[in-house]
C-alpha cells in the first residue's frame, strides 16, 4: 500500500476519536502508532552521506499527490511500468519472404509488400513484421501509399538501428492538408498522420457511467452511477466538460476547468483558444484497477485536479489499438535540409522550393493516435523534422532513441495524451523543440535525455528547448535532462505555455542559454511573450508555468541558473524552487523514487 493511503487512513482515524474520545492509554497508543508510521514514511527520504533531500519528496511520502504536493508520475510508461516491455517470439511474418515480395536495397518501393505483411500478421491476431537488415523504401513518391498499422498486437522489428541495420526510407513528403492541434480533430483529419508509420486507432467510445460524487486530487475511488459495464484491467476514457465556456462567445470570464488548470496565471482575450470550445471537453485515458462495488471503482491513477460533479465528469469506452511496437531500425528520409522554423525554403532565385508547411510537418517518422501499451525502442530518426507525434494516447514508452541528420522541427511531440514515458534519447540533429508537450497533455515522463549541442541558431529557430506549446499541459515531469532548458513555444492565442504543477527535476542546463532575445541572461525558464505577465517583463516569465517544482537545477561548468532573477529556495503560488544550482541530490529520478515507494 502506497505510503500516502497510510496518511488518509491516520486523517480517518484522527475523525473516529473525535466521534468516540479514547482513553488516556488509547489517546497515547494511537499518538504512538501514528508516529510510528510517520517515520516509516519518511525512512524512504533519509538522506545518503553528503547527499541533500527535497523537503517537497518528504511531503509527498506522507501526504501523496493531495493538496498542492507533488503530482504522481509512477504510472507512466507501458503497461504502467508493472510490466518489461515484451520480446515477442512468433508468430514472425518475413517481408522478404515471396508471398509478401519485399527486396531491401533494390531501389524499388517495398510500401505495399510491409503493408501486406502487417495485414496478414492482424488477420491472426498479430505478430512480429520482421525486416531484416537493409533499406526498404516506403513512400518513395507522392502518389505512392503510405504504411499504416490499425491492429492490435503488431510489432514492427528491424535488425538494427545502426548504419548497417534496417532502414525504412521516406522517399517523398507527406499529403498537404489541415494541421489541426492535436486531439481536435479525428485522425482522419490530420495531415501529419501521413508519416513512414502510422498507428492508427478507432476513436468510438460509449458511455459507460457517470461520477455520482465530488472526487478531489489524488483520489482514485470513484462513486459512479453504475459499475455494470466495468471490469478488471479495462481501458477506459474520462472526460470533463466546462461549464462555463461558450463555445460560439468565448470569454476569459466564462471558463472554469481552464482557469483552474493555469491558475494563478490571468487570461485574457487574447489568449482565445485556451478557454475556447477545443477545449470544453477535457479527456484523459485511464484503467479500471478495482471494481469495488455495484456504485464504486477504483481508477489506476490518482486524479489530478479536483473534479466537482458540475464537471459533468463521465467515463467511456476505449476502442483504440493496443500492444503495437516499433523497434530496432531507422527511420530515414529524403529530406535535404535547409530548415527554416515556419517558414518557407527558398532558392537562390527568391522561389518556394518547399512551403513551411511541409518544412515543419510532412517529413514525419511516426504518428500515433488513440493507441495505448505500445513502444518504440531502439530506432534512430535520420533527416526528419518530426519524430514522434503522438495523440490522445496512453503509457507508450519510447526508448533509447537518436535523432541525426539535418536540423528539424520536432523530436518527440505528445498532445492530447497522458502517462507516457519518454526515457534515453540522444539528439544530436538540430530541432526547434526537441521534446514538446501541449493540448492538456498529463502525467508524462521525459528522462535521461541530452542534447550534443548548444545554441540557439538565429536562422533555423534551433535550440535545447523543452517546449511546452500551449494549451496548459499540466503535472508533466523533466527529470535528469543534460543540456536542455525551458524555452517553449505556441502562438499567443494558446498561452501560458503551461498548465499547473509540471515538475523539473534534477536537470543540467546548456552552458550557453539564449532565449528569445537579450534578456535572456541566465533564467532557466524563457518565454517570447513576458508581456502577457504580471510585470509585463523578462522578471516574470515563470509565471507562464504556473504552481512549477524547480528542484535541483543546476548548469553546466558550474554556471549560475536563475529563476526569477533569483538563486534562492522559495515558495510562493506561482512556484516552488528547492536547491537551484545545488549538486548532489539522494533522489537523482523523482519518477523511480516514486515507482519504488508504490510497492
Known amino acids: 500500500m502506497a505510503v500516502y493511503r497510510v496518511h488518509i487512513l491516520l486523517c480517518i482515524a484522527a475523525m473516529l476519536l473525535t466521534i468516540f474520545p479514547a482513553t488516556g492509554c488509547e489517546k497515547t497508543e494511537m499518538k504512538k502508532m501514528a508516529s510510528a508510521s510517520k517515520e516509516k514514511a519518511l525512512t524512504k527520504a533519509d538522506d545518503p552521506a553528503g547527499k541533500w533531500t527535497p523537503a517537497v519528496w518528504k511531503e509527498f511520502v506522507e501526504n501523496g499527490p493531495t493538496g498542492n504536493h507533488l503530482p504522481d508520475f509512477s504510472r507512466a510508461g507501458y503497461r504502467m511500468g508493472e510490466q518489461s516491455i515484451p520480446e515477442i517470439k512468433s508468430p514472425v511474418f518475413d517481408v522478404t519472404d515471396d508471398k509478401f515480395g519485399a527486396v531491401p536495397d533494390d531501389g524499388k518501393e517495398d510500401t505495399a509488400a510491409i503493408q501486406a505483411a502487417v495485414n496478414a500478421a492482424a488477420a491472426v491476431g498479430g505478430g512480429v513484421i520482421y525486416l531484416p537488415r537493409g533499406r526498404y523504401d516506403v513512400h518513395p513518391s507522392p502518389d505512392s501509399p503510405y504504411l499504416q498499422i490499425t491492429s492490435d498486437r503488431i510489432v514492427l522489428r528491424g535488425q538494427g538501428a545502426g548504419e548497417?541495420?534496417?532502414?525504412?526510407?521516406?522517399?517523398?513528403?507527406?499529403?498537404?492538408?489541415?494541421?489541426?492541434?492535436?486531439?481536435?480533430?479525428?485522425?482522419?483529419?490530420?495531415?501529419?498522420?501521413?508519416?513512414?508509420?502510422?498507428?492508427?486507432?478507432?476513436?468510438?467510445r460509449h458511455e459507460l457511467a457517470t461520477f455520482t460524487q465530488d472526487v478531489v486530487r489524488g483520489q482514485t475511488d470513484i462513486p459512479v452511477s453504475d459499475t455494470q459495464a466495468f471490469s478488471q484491467g479495462q481501458t477506459v476514457i474520462v472526460t470533463c466538460t466546462d461549464p462555463l465556456i461558450d463555445p460560439k462567445h468565448p470569454s476569459p470570464d466564462k471558463a472554469d476547468i481552464s482557469v483552474r488548470l493555469t491558475a494563478p496565471f490571468r487570461l485574457t482575450h487574447v489568449q482565445a483558444d485556451t478557454f475556447g470550445p477545443a477545449v470544453r471537453e477535457l479527456s484523459w485515458i485511464a484503467g479500471i484497477e478495482k471494481i469495488i462495488d455495484s456504485h464504486t471503482i477504483r481508477l489506476t491513477r490518482p486524479a489530478r485536479f479536483d473534479q466537482p460533479r458540475r464537471y459533468s465528469p463521465k467515463i467511456y469506452s476505449f476502442s483504440g489499438a493496443c500492444e503495437i511496437g516499433i523497434e530496432h531500425l531507422r527511420i530515414e528520409s529524403a529530406w535535404p535540409g535547409g530548415y527554416r522554423h515556419h517558414k518557407p525554403c527558398e532558392g537562390e532565385d527568391g522561389k518556394i522550393i518547399r512551403t513551411a508547411r511541409e518544412q515543419d510537418y510532412l517529413w514525419g517518422g511516426i504518428w500515433i493516435s488513440s493507441a495505448v501499451d505500445g513502444w518504440v525502442r531502439d530506432v534512430d530518426f535520420k533527416n526528419m523534422t518530426q519524430g514522434i507525434i503522438l495523440s490522445c494516447s496512453s503509457q507508450w514508452t519510447m526508448e533509447n532513441l537518436t535523432f541525426l541528420g539535418q536540423e528539424g522541427h520536432a523530436g518527440v511531440t505528445i498532445g492530447w495524451s497522458n502517462d507516457n514515458l519518454i526515457r534515453k534519447v540522444d539528439c544530436h540533429a538540430r530541432m526547434v523543440h526537441p521534446v514538446t508537450l501541449e493540448m492538456t497533455a498529463s502525467g508524462n515522463v521525459a528522462t535521461d535525455c541530452k542534447t550534443h549541442y548548444e545554441g540557439r541558431n538565429k536562422i533555423s529557430g534551433t535550440d535545447t528547448a523543452m517546449d511546452f506549446h500551449g494549451i496548459f499541459p499540466y503535472e508533466n515531469l523533466f527529470e535528469k535532462m543534460k543540456g536542455f532548458y525551458v524555452c517553449p513555444g505556441g502562438d499567443l492565442s494558446v498561452l501560458p505555455h503551461a498548465g499547473v504543477r509540471n515538475v523539473f527535476w534534477n536537470i543540467e542546463a546548456p552552458a550557453r542559454i539564449d532565449g528569445y532575445g537579450e534578456y535572456a541572461g541566465d533564467s532557466f525558464v524563457q518565454t517570447y511573450d513576458h508581456a502577457s505577465t504580471s510585470s509585463k517583463t523578462p522578471a516574470t516569465m515563470v509565471e507562464h508555468f504556473p504552481q512549477a517544482f524547480y528542484i535541483g537545477i543546476t548548469r553546466k561548468e558550474n554556471r549560475i541558473v536563475t529563476l526569477a532573477g533569483s538563486t534562492a529556495d522559495r515558495r510562493t503560488e506561482w512556484m516552488t524552487v528547492e536547491g537551484l544550482n545545488r549538486p548532489g541530490m539522494a533522489l537523482p529520478s523523482l519518477y523511480e523514487a516514486q515507482r519504488n515507494n508504490r510497492h
Open 164 to 204: 548497417a541495420g534496417t532502414v525504412l526510407f521516406m522517399g517523398a513528403p507527406g499529403k498537404e492538408g489541415s494541421i489541426r492541434r492535436l486531439g481536435t480533430v479525428s485522425a482522419e483529419k490530420e495531415a501529419r498522420r501521413y508519416a513512414a508509420v502510422a498507428i492508427l486507432g478507432s476513436e468510438a
